[in-house]
């Protein structure tokens, strides 16, 4: 084991060389022909890494004088990391943040840089679902560019389903109808849990939210016409709450804290779990997960009250990605993001060959290349045709009134708290940063207009 | 001589009752473990069917592809090189400082303890943000380096009590013995001293090479460059979205924990050996 | 601190430099106890540096931010002491702290007795304790994920040892299928530390074992000679000739467990209902959730004034009990 010393010496000095290498290359500026772009990407499989490589990356560099050069993170610690890198001021050139609303807090902190000339330049406003569009936007300029979108669904194991002769409920009262055979038969009704995942316990709430509350009230509240603490709220609370007392969801308070996704996602597979509310992100897990991918189906979410018309989509934006303030050839950069969010056709290419979510374009069904999974075509010409869309919390939610949510709603689960007194809580919270001016733009209910 | 005898026979056969505690305590130990192989070869799916009985199928290729889709090779080496230049460094600081506050006159005493104590306290997850930027400043971020002088940094005030503690209980005739021969500082620190504690200070840098063989938070943040990560993030290569594969994070861990396994039963000699064979030889 | 420059003092005494007989070499002395001072400081220079690069110089920056709203990426705002304040009236700071004492009472316990005891027979051992030294050791070599992962499998409700022992037809036994112990806010702070006992107790092993292993072996011979067993051994020899070793890892087991983050994290994330939150997990979710990173400065500013009462303690207590440890 012992290495010699003469060996040592240029190894030493080849170290030294490369940091002096290293330095240059960063603080050297940018050559003549466009300068390099760098890029922090997270994949779901090594399959779909290589698909963006190739249909973003060698694509973009192919066309352009600019190179992109991507560094591959994991899914899982690319927000903490980016947050880090940005704060000390190393970002990479294009900055990726969880959603429009930690987008937001970049641009604020003059992080990230105003994107209007590049989103007239590249026609985004037309590009993009208006939602979207106007989610970008923080004080009225564009500032950041969606690059994901999805929905919370209603999954199940049609297997399963057919076998006990049940079809996905639509209303409140088929939803409870199944839940309660599927108790008798001995399985989990409604999948849930936060194990692994404490934020688990906002996609519940959400799709609870938007199907017992409805986008309009949500609406109302996120503009400060209406309270968390009105009775449509209390009353969507107390819903989740009797489940949890006949042990439908996750099989228990108990159990809710120690069922992660994965074990959800397996027992619809492996036909213990009957139904689980979930994120359109469960697309990839579910084929990879089920004996026969076939067999997996999803369903727009139930009506669970009077109020709500059956299969609301709340909206949530998976991925924004704006470009650093530091980086060294910003209009490079926003090319690079205009060819990754910005084409229908190349998007679709990428959804195709990866199952990933699309970006939020106007996209028509015809669109989708034949080797799109058809749930997920289904789901993405659906969306765009129907008025009954809601919100998801992490997109819409201001962050520490999201944070309260899924941080106190385990009181909730133990019985500590009551639906009023969480709601209450949440409303403080959200007062504090409605009139500090932080919280996003909803877009109004389309139903309404 | 039979006084003698006796308990000499006694220390070579322990009573019933010792094998009864070792073995209860490495059921405790093992039991886990045989979980976690049996996970390593099941499928993701049979993990939550059949939690813990034997697989029903054995999936070696678990091995193989987590191997792969981990990039393990390359990133074992780097966790080689990290862990060992780690462990050295520890163990340089570290049984210098230590002797400078046991042996050297070191003006400030209790002081020092208080300093590392405290400075062992501060949860470095805040300090991240002020040092990537000093990092890239100085030419360190990304670097193994880099990340590397963390390390020296945060295992080195655990490993400088723990010689210290070791010195302490040290007898000093030895060291006055060979100044009196004319022997000077440094030589009674490196030819007396050192082979004393060779164990305190093995067991030190061992500590730390596997601490930080086994750190996450700073290598994923200091580290960007995939070709020069560790292998203590290869696994989170098996998350896909919220769901996670089981059985490749078991059969990851279990490579992952193999070659120190195997390191640990190589050097079970040095660390024996110390002060009975050397104390007595000098 | 008095101890430690007593001590000094006495190893100078009997330093030959200071008996030095003949007057001639009068100037020597100074000159070599010059010689040792300024050794002592480059031998101390590699930890200082790299401490106060890392460490103290970032510790000191947090103090600076205690003082004010930072969100970790605007510019600072001074607040005066509202974040310490808001900390004090916190009852997630104060159920966190109770967490937190319960979680070094434990350790202290515990993990400590297994270590102690399993080191000591091991001690004892000519032959296989090599076997056992490496089977104890190997839970601390592997990733807290990964050990983690085996647990919540091994402390479920329905597929884990609870439900394997209810259904051996014990009747003591046959609640255990209905115990969640993760779930469960009353029982998920004692087996996250169960779980973390696991992994920590054969570190502990080793160290003690190191440290008996420099013990004398004359020593134990002398009491042999006076017919002791095992016990009286324990008690009598290894428990004295390893006390700074013992008192060491006593003291850095209470800053740990103050520290203790990565198996709560993991296994729980504080919940249920914050029945597992400890100070680190609370700092945590201030920082990096809430972006509160000034208000988590405080938090952390708060965990160096426990570990600084503890060691002064310790030094004071020194000082009582003339330990030179």
Known sequence: MSIPKHVLVPLGLATAASV??????????SSDAGGTVTYWGAFYAPATEEAFQEIFVDGFNAEHDAQVDMEVKELTTLGQLTDTAVAAGEAPDIVYADGPSAASDFARADRTVDLDEYAQEYGWQDAFLPWAYELSQVDGAVRSVPASYGSMVLYYNAEVFEEHGWTPPTTLEEFEQVAQEADEAGMVPLGG?????????????????????????IHDVLTGEAKFTDPEFVAAIELIESWIDKGWLAGGAESYFTTDDTANVTGLANGTTAMYLSGTWSFNSLTEVFEDPEQWAW??????SDDVEPGVFPLAIGTALSVSAEAEDPDAAASFLDYVAGDVDRALEYTARTGENPPPLQIDADQFPDEVDERTVDLYSQIPDSTNVGYATWTFFPPKTDSYLITEFDKVVTGDSTAQEYLAGMQDTFDKEFDAGTTLVPFTPQSEG | MSTLDQPTRARRHPQPVTWVILGVLALYAVGPLLVLAGNSLKSAREIDSNPLGFPQAWSWSNFAEAWERAHMGGALLNSAVIATATALGVAVIATTAAYAMTRLELPGGGAWILWLLVSSSLPIQLFLVPLVSWWSTLGLYNQPIGLIIIYWAVYSPFATLLVRAFLVGLPREYEEAARLDGAGELGVFARIVLPMIRPAVLTAALVAGLQSYNEFMLAVTFIQDRDLQPVALSLYSFQQGFTTDWSLVSAAGLIMALPVVVLFLTMQRRFIDGYVSRGIAV | MITETATTGASLAGAPVRRGPQPALRGRPLGARRQRRLLAWVFVAPLLVVNLLVVTGPGL?????????????GTPHFVGLSNYGEMLG?????????????????????PMTMGLVGAFLLSRLRRR?????????????LATVVSAAVWR???DPDGGVGAALSTLGLPFLEGLGEVNFLGNPSLALGSVAFVNTWQWWGFLLVIFLASMQSVDPALYEAVRLDGAGPVREFWHITLPMIRPTLVFLGLMTIIWSFLVFDYVYVLTQGGPAGSTDVLSTVLYREAFQNQRHGYASAIAMLLSVISALTVLGYLALRRRLRWDV
Request: proline residues 4%; hydrophobic residues 50%.
């Open chain 3, 61 to 73: 920056a947090s103090v600076y931010y205690s003082f004010t709203d930072w969100n970790g990426l």
């Open chain 3, 129 to 141: 304790q090599t076997f056992f030294r490496v089977l104890y050791f190997v839970p601390y070599v």
């Open chain 1, 193 to 217: 849990g936060n194990a692994g995942y404490q934020g688990m316990s906002e996609w519940l709430i959400t799709a609870v939210f938007n199907a017992a509350v409805g986008p309009e009230k």
């Open chain 3, 153 to 155: 499998q091994l402390l």
């Open chain 1, 299 to 304: 369903a727009p979410l139930p009506s669970l």
């Open chain 1, 20 to 29: 002096a290498l290293a330095g240059c290359v960063s603080s050297g500026g």
């Open chain 3, 90 to 110: 916190s009852d997630a700071v104060g159920s966190a702290l109770v967490h937190n004492v319960l979680w070094t009472l434990f350790f202290l316990v515990v």
